[in-house]
Structures are given as C-alpha cells and as structure tokens.
C-alpha cells in the first residue's frame, strides 16, 4: 500500500530561484536543505512543501501547501504497478487451517460492511493477525473518485468528501477509478492527530484557508481498518474509532476551525483476553464477536506447521498453489455482495430474533440488528435468496454472547447461553 507521504510534484520556489541557480548547473536535481544559525537555505521541500520568505522576518517561513489531492493522486499512479510482486507475501485466507467461526465473521463483514466489524479474542499465537491480513486478497474492487484523499463513491452522496459533493453538485464530471478495497493498520503508538488527521492552524489564520492533512481515518474510509491488541489502545482512541464506526463521519475540531470527512469502514480488533478486555460499552460497538481457541488435535497442529514452512520457504509457490481455491472463494464473495440486496427474511424470523434478544435481556437494538444482517449476508454467501432458521442459528451466537456480559469482571459467554436460548425460542 502506497504511504500517505507519497512523492509528489516539485515546483520551485521563484523567491528562491536566484540563490540556487549555482548549484543547479551542476546538480540537476533539489539541492539539500542546509540549517544555519537565523536562516534557512534550500529551494523545495518535498511532498509540496515550499519554503517562501516572509516580509520582515529573519529566515524564511515554511508553508504546507494543501497536498491532499496531488499525495492521493501520486498514489494512484504508484497503484498502477503489480502490487502483488511489489509488496509482502501475504498467506493465502484459503490455506488457514480451522478458526472457521472467525473466518466467517470476517468474510460476513466483507459482504455486508454495515453489520459494524467483528472483534477477534483468543489465545496469542492462534493466527489471528495472520488471518485478518490474508482477507487482503480476497476484497473486490470498487469505483472511487481519482485523487480524492477520502476513496470517494462517485455515485453515493454519503460516501463523497466535500469537495467532491460540491463538483458534483455544480454538474462536473468527476475522473474515477477502480480499486480493491483498502485495508489500514492502526500502530498501537499512533497519536490522535495520525488517526483523524491535523489542522495547519498557521495557514489557516495567516491566509484564511483550511489546510487539512488526511488521517488513517480518511484512508480506511470505504475499507478495513485493523487494530491489532485493540484492548492495549488508548481508550479516547478506541472512542474515536468506535464513534466513528458508527456515524460515518470524522469530524477534526482545532482552535474553532472544524473539518468533517466520509469514514464508512469495517472495524476489525483482535486480542488476547489476558492482556485485559474492552469495556463492555465498547464491545457492544463490535457488530460481531469471534472466539478463537489453540488447535487441540495432534494431526491439525502438524499440518498447520507444515503449511506455514512451506509457505516460509517458498511464499510464491504456496500462494499458486491455493490460487483456484482463492479465485474461487473471491468470486463468491463478490457474487454475494451484489446479490445482498435481493435477500429476504421472514416477518416471523425476526420476531423471533427479537425475542431472544430479549429474554437473554440484551440491551439496546443492535442485537436484533446486527443478527438480521449477519444472517443475510449468510444466506446471500451460501447464493440463497432467503434466510432459514438454520442461518440465523449460525450467526445468531456470534451477534449476542458479547452484548450479554452486565459486570466487567465476569468473562464473555462462550456462545452456548445463546445457543439454549435460541433453541428454546425456535423449538
């Protein structure tokens, strides 16, 4: 994935022309910058970053051009190139070994990204990370505006940035791309000004525009974001995520200037119960919940061994030889994503989903919610155009167990609660 501080267009800076002639003639291209006591030398910086001097001041003032739109562009053309040869192997989603109740969470959120992302718990070294990264090369390619910094759908108003709304608004034609879907990983040290993005306060006070430099926030909008140890992140980050999750908007507020952006992705946290557990007001923001244990039976750890110094050894040869299965799986999930909509439930079904979100005593509506998505994304999966009780039966344990939980210090139902109950409803 191109970085967000990608190459950009240099333009030289004609107040500064008459001092770097000199060494143009012998060196082409920029010269160094060079720091000296009261003054700075140099001509461009890059990233469209230009030093201009300023009226009665000793050294030069270094101004942040609004480089959003030529970053995103750059990035654009950077994607022009086989990023499959260019960038790490990744382990095929198909060659994971068991973990099916995880895996499915993950491909249901890709399918519908509406039922709100999944949080992944298990025992560390069980392959969690390992198979949220593999999701990369099954996501489908969708149709976003070229240099917008925000992915933006050039036919839904609520996935369009601002700028992009007011072209299209004035009847321009907007150029447009077809992408896959990106995934962005959230570092557990990044601030709250890399996540929803900064203000350049001076050149807004100084020239009276508002210079926005885009977050991951921005970047994920329309994609995955993954937070690995999401239980280890600091909690106003978590807020902020989880905020705006749930609206689609991130709004950037600095020193009375305020900057809002489309941020419509599938959330997606893992990790280990013993390093401590999200608060419960927290969890009830995840869509679903996957518990994911360490592999007990003999023959399975072997072959997951196997499999992975295969793939060590020889990562290009392991990946072809999934390559069906995966084109496979990748085929049916795009078949599901266009067919979602034309999925039916029964009146009766969700009254009896409902019923058993409230006599497990489920708080709030998200429950009932999320299982009516989650079991139509199923069914659409499985190229049903109706959901059955068996569908429901399958995702219904995943939507509720982690909504359940009222003390903090209890621990997360297994899912057989759920399960009775739903037994005793359907039966």
Sequence with gaps: MASLLGTSSIRASPSLSSSSSSSSSSTPSISPICFRPGRICGRVLNAGIQIRPKKNRSRHHVSVMNVATEINSTEQQVGKFDSKKSARPVYPFAAIVGQDEMKLCLLLNVIDPKIGGVMIMGDRGTGKSTTVRSLVDLLPEITVVAGDPYNSDPLDPEFMGVEVRERVERGEQVPVIATKINMVDLPLGATEDRVCGTIDIEKALTEGVKAFEPGLLAKANRGILYVDEVNLLDDHLVDVLLDSAASGWNTVEREG????????????????????????????????????????????????????????????????????????????????????????????????ISKVCSELNVDGLRGDIVTNRAAKALAALKGKDRVTADDVATVIPNCLRHRLRKDPLESIDSGVLVSEKFAEVFS
């Design 257 to 352: 200037i305020s900057i809002s952006h489309p941020a419509r992705f599938i959330l997606i946290g893992s990790g280990n119960p013993e390093e401590g557990e999200l608060r419960p007001q927290l969890l009830d923001r995840f869509g679903m919940h996957a518990q994911v244990g360490t592999v007990r039976d003999a023959e399975l750890r072997v072959k997951i061994v196997e499999e992975r110094a295969r793939f060590d050894s020889d990562p290009k040869e392991f990946r072809d030889t999934y390559k069906t299965e995966q084109d496979k799986l990748q085929d049916q999930i795009s078949n599901a994503r266009s067919c979602l909509s034309s999925v039916q439930i029964d009146r009766q079904l969700k009254v009896k």
